[in-house]
Structures are given as C-alpha cells and as structure tokens.
C-alpha cells in the first residue's frame, strides 16, 4: 500500500513538472513569430526620388495593412520598374500642379506622392484613372489604419500624376519601384 501511494505521487511530480516543462516549448514559437515581424528600421523621412517617366497611364490607387507599416500602391499595368520615376516627400501644404490651388490633407503630416505617368491616355486624353481633383481617392477606404489618415487626388499635369496622403505624424517611409506598380511604405513607429 505504501510502495503503491510513493508510485502515485512520483508519477504526480512527474505529470506537474512534465506540464510546467511544456509551457516554455509552446511559448518559444510565439516569440520566434515576434522575432520574424519585428519591423525594420531606417527608412527615415527624408525626401525620395528617381528620375524616369513613362507614357504608359496609371490606373488605379489602392492601400494595404500590414505589421509594422501601411502601405500606398499606383498601379501602371506596362510599365518597367526602371520605367517609372518619382517624388515622394513631406509637404506643409500640398499645391496642385499647373493652377497651384491648395488642397486640403487631413491627417498630422502630409506625404506627397508624384508619380511620373499620367492618368489619362496620352493619344486620346481619356482619363484611365476616375480620381476627381481635391476629393478622397476612389476605393480607398483606411478605417482601421494605424498611420494612413487621408488620401487626395491632386490631379494629373504634363504626364506626371500627384497624390496627397495624410498620414499620423511625420513618420519614415520607403519607396519600391515594381514592375506595373510604385509603392509607398509608412512605418508605424520611429
């Protein structure tokens, strides 16, 4: 009877330290997936921009969420990455190319986004993109967010085609020049 209470509670001990022993095992891969999306740093907020253009028109804005930052897409479907120049820099004010109207950005810092393609067609001077100037852009919604605030068509002026993008603060950014698209990274943080 004794031999059987001593076996009962070292296979007790057992099952309590083999169960303390297993918390560690499940909490590690929760930290390596914090390790894997620990967000980059060094972008700054500094200007950016590459000189190039091309006659092939934009057509379409879009946004995305993800981890560590919130991110601006322009899509020119034909176009080269090497194709597609830029100017992206934080603005006080953003100014309409051709009639320099200023136009309202919501949001704690304003971004300007000019892309060197237009948003029409060049031959026809039908508009391949429906922004309409100083209004939010067309299918953009950024509820949820945690950078982006506002985003504003300015207009499309000697095939070079200008965005206004409200963001929190004056965070840092990075540009990718993609094949068919331009992308704007802002971070979430410093």
Same mark, same amino acid.
């Given at each position: 009877?004794?031999? /059987?209470?001593?076996? $009962? ?33 060094? $972008?700054?907020?500094?200007?950016? /921009? ?41 603005? +006080?004010?953003?100014?309409? +190319?051709? /009639? ?18 237009? /948003? ?29 605030? +506002? ?38 943080? $410093?």
């Amino acid at each position: 009877m004794v031999r /059987s209470r001593t076996v $009962w509670a070292t296979a007790a001990l057992l099952a309590a330290t083999l169960g303390v022993a297993a918390v560690p095992a499940t909490a590690a891969p929760a930290a390596a997936t914090r390790a894997a999306t620990a967000c980059p740093t060094g $972008w700054g907020s500094l200007g950016k /921009s590459f000189v190039a253009g091309t006659a092939t028109p934009l057509t379409n804005v879009r946004t995305g969420r993800h981890d560590c930052y919130d991110r601006f897409v322009v899509d020119v479907p034909g176009a080269g990455a090497a194709e597609l120049g830029f100017s992206v820099a934080y603005v +006080d004010r953003l100014y309409q +190319d051709g /009639s320099g109207r200023p136009i309202a950005v919501g949001g704690g810092a304003i971004l300007e986004v000019r892309v060197d393609a237009p /948003s029409y067609d060049p031959e026809t001077g039908t508009p391949t993109y429906p922004g309409r100037v100083a209004q939010p852009l067309p299918g953009v919604n950024l509820a949820g967010y945690s950078t982006f605030r +506002d985003t504003r068509y300015a207009g499309s002026f000697e095939g070079v085609t200008q965005f206004g993008l409200g963001v929190r603060a004056r965070l840092p950014f990075r540009v990718l020049r993609l094949a068919d698209h331009l992308v704007v990274d802002v971070a979430h943080t $410093w």
